[in-house]
């Protein structure tokens, strides 16, 4: 089986930074594409940022030039850099993953979420 595990939410300050860090552990034959989604109060739940295996990224409007998603393959690792924080990116953080495990078809996996309030 695998797991994703998350790492650095917390309360921030408008304007603040945050990192966030999802590893997978457990039986990995290959990670295609990683990614942060979020999930606010009374909201669906959108994709922030991905990144593929080969490092391309996409981020949503509301995040560019604000956001910065990257990987450790080696680590079967992805960090989120959330800089210039607004109250609106307050939400539920969920880092998503496609892994290859034991079968032949990747499958979705997710993490249990990490809270980022941004309040002053």
């Known amino acids: 089986q695998v797991q994703l595990a998350e790492s650095g939410g917390g309360l921030v300050r408008p304007g603040g930074v945050v990192r966030l860090s999802c590893a997978a552990s457990?039986?990995?034959?290959?990670?295609?594409?990683m990614g942060w989604y979020r999930q606010a109060p009374g909201k669906q739940r959108e994709l922030v940022a991905q990144i593929t295996s080969s490092g391309s990224t996409n981020y949503a409007d509301s995040v560019k030039d604000r956001f910065t998603i990257s990987r450790d393959n080696a680590k079967n690792t992805a960090y989120l850099q959330m800089n210039s924080l607004k109250p609106e990116d307050t939400a539920i953080y969920y880092c998503?993953?496609?892994?290859?495990?034991?079968?032949?078809?990747?499958?979705?996996?997710w993490g249990q979420g990490t809270q980022i309030t941004v309040s002053s």
């Open positions: 457990g039986t990995i034959f290959n990670i295609n594409r």
């Open positions: 998503n993953a496609y892994i290859r495990s034991t079968g032949w078809i990747p499958v979705d996996y």
